[in-house]
């Protein structure tokens, strides 16, 4: 059986993806990995993320400022609650398409295992959604390892 050392947890910030940090830490203890939590926030397609966003008494910044640091508060919030994980645990946002970011970053981190959540769409939202955890299991390097969660709706 391959060692684990490293295991890469790809989430979509939605009430889940707890789930599947929790589940990821209890791997990493048996294995004594680290693990790294990772969100990327993709920019719309119909606006440029150097958008100005201003309202009256705000310094104006860009869309992909203001969605990255509040992705940040959110993920730290997520990966903070509960009780201390036992391993190292670290979190980063990336910027850009979900799928091809998340393996690029399994890649270059040497990650040795993918633990992400699914939710199991099926056909028009999965059409027009897409579905990440399937292209990440599709090209990845690395063993990926899917949970299931229920229907819930990303914040």
Request: glycine share 12%; charged share 5%.
């Given at each position: 059986m391959a060692t684990v050392s490293r295991i890469l947890v790809p989430v979509d910030l939605s009430d889940g993806s707890r789930e599947v940090i929790d589940y990821a830490v209890k791997l990493a203890r048996s294995f004594k990995a680290s693990v790294e939590v990772v969100h990327a926030w993709e920019p719309p397609q119909y606006v440029a993320p150097d958008l100005?966003?201003?309202?009256?008494?705000?310094?104006?910044?860009?869309l992909e400022h203001v969605a990255v640091e509040t992705a940040t508060k959110e993920l730290t919030a997520q990966v903070n609650q509960g009780e201390p994980p036992g391993v190292p645990l670290s979190q980063k946002i990336v910027v850009g398409e979900a799928a091809t970011t998340i393996l690029d970053l399994a890649e270059q981190d040497q990650c040795d295992l993918i633990v992400m959540g699914t939710h199991g769409r099926r056909g028009l939202p999965?059409?027009?959604?897409?579905?990440v955890a399937q292209k990440v299991v599709a090209r990845a390097s690395c063993p990926v390892l899917t949970i299931h969660l229920s229907e819930q709706k990303p914040r």
């Open positions: 100005l966003v201003a309202a009256p008494g705000w310094n104006s910044q860009s999965r059409l027009l959604l897409g579905s």
